[in-house]
């Protein structure tokens, strides 16, 4: 039978709820317990697709087309679990499906309300982990206790307990203990209040996991047992790690979490092996070599906004002892013809153009892509970073003056990017992209191949625009090799340049495909050739 672990946030949001439930999930599945993740969020989008990174940070995609909550990503990356549609519930989705049986007469002229057809419709998303039959259900629900919204998600919660029974439901609470340097102490007081309003809607926290930037000493877990009723044993602390969210679940296993998690839910304790994790950890803090890999963007400042593309890089890193100094370019800025971010170009061993949509900053993307084409500097072009090096390729290579993608330009005289025909008179902006995973045609003699190793792979995308098959002949004749393409021919997917050294852009994301113990092959071959092109440079100026 399915148990559940429930996972709520108190006091701030940012604490870090999505690393420790990814935490908990790599933990309880390296002890061999089967097990998914699912986030539960109370804003009212009907999915994540239509909101913008620089307030939300990165739109994660899952296999089957869902566009989540980035906390999706955390997921995947810890436990290798791949999810689906049904990992990620909104506010807005829950009334969707509520409002759509009301109009189709379902409830049969009952009133319907929060509880209990909300509350129900919440419950029956939440027991997808028991529909799915695996031993531990792991729900976040995301943001801080006491937002209006988070409201119904926490009376399902409750609901559940009365359902499923003590014993096959674990509340966990995570809460910050902030430390007031002018007292010289830690404080429970908010903890306090944040649980006091959990036991308001009735729920009592079986584990206080506490955020903290200094240890807990035995004073404070005292107090924080006693005035948040919670077993001494059961106060668990989360202090900040020193150099990566990747020492979180050893952190949270040297404290035993899930020792007490098992106990508490009559399983039968086995010892995780966490050999491999550890192994590829140690690369962060004593990696031998170091590359600079220049990601080039709009929205760099936010650093959730390309969140999988740092952790692809870091996780290619991580199984290569290098470390991965992520320069952060930022794409308006280079377009602006801002000298020092143009000299910063010069000083990388690698160039990433990431996805993106609509004009702004594109003009500084291009220098970038132009200067690493030029000079032979490694690049990874991905989704909007592939369309935008056919345009600078059509431009520069070409002598296509005014070359563009129609997204940005619907009158350009020759539109290398541009709608299928199927997608033109598209006016709903949410779920209407590409998404989601599609087959890709690997050929042989690329890049792409000695990468993958396999002639066909499966690749996540999002976006509206491709590749116009019309310019395939003169790209190809210009230097430019389509390495990968769809099994009916019609659509490119992955492209790359004759002679350069590594210039490799794909049409879908592989970022989100990337684990920790699985790092994507291309990012793998970027980082390697980033390697060497450090290494070619450090010739040079001998
Ligand atoms: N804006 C481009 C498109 O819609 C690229 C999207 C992306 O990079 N995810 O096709």
Known sequence: MTKFIFITGGVISSLGKGITSASLGLLLKSRGYSITIQKLDPYINVDAGTMNPFQHGEVFVTEDGAETDLDLGHYERFTGELLNKESNYTTGRIYEEVIRKERAGEYLGQTVQVIPHITNAIKKAMRYAAR??????????????????????????????????????????????PYIRTAGELKTKPSQHSVGKLREIGIQPDFLVCRCSRPLNDSIISKLSLF?????????????????????????????????????????????????????????????????????GKYIALADSYKSIYEALTHSGMAQNTRIEIRKVDSELLEKGDEAVRKQLGDLDGIL???????????????????????????????????????????????????????IDKNTPYPVIHLMEEQEDVSEKGGTMRLGSYPCWVQNGTKGQEAYREAVVMERHRHRFEFNNEYRRKFSRKGMKFSGISPDKKLVEMVELKDHPWFVAVQFHPEFKSQ?????????????????CKSRKCKEDA
């Open 132 to 177: 799915k039959n695996v031993d531990i259900g792991i729900i976040e629900i995301g943001g801080t206790v006491g937002d209006i919204e988070s409201l119904p998600f926490l009376e399902a919660v409750r609901q559940m307990r009365l359902e499923h029974g003590r014993e096959n439901t674990v509340f966990l609470h995570l809460t910050l203990v």
């Open 228 to 296: 948040c009723n919670v077993p001494e044993t059961n106060v668990i602390e989360e202090r900040d790690v020193e150099h990566s969210i990747y020492e979180v679940p050893i952190a949270l296993a040297e404290k035993k979490l899930d020792d007490k998690i098992i106990e508490r839910l009559g399983f039968q304790a086995s010892k995780a092996d966490l050999t491999e994790w550890k192994k590829r950890l140690g690369a962060i803090t004593s990696a031998e070599n170091t590359v600079k890999i220049g990601v080039v």
């Open 353 to 407: 153009v990431p996805g993106g949509f609509g004009a702004r900053g594109i003009d500084g993307k291009l220098v970038a892509i132009r200067f690493a084409r030029e000079n032979g500097v490694p690049y990874f072009g991905i989704c909007y970073g592939m369309q935008l090096a056919a345009v600078e390729f059509a431009r520069n290579a070409c002598g296509l003056k005014d070359a563009n993608s129609s997204e």
């Open 516 to 532: 920790v113990l699985k790092p994507h092959p291309l990012f793998s071959e970027f980082v390697r050739a980033a390697s060497e």
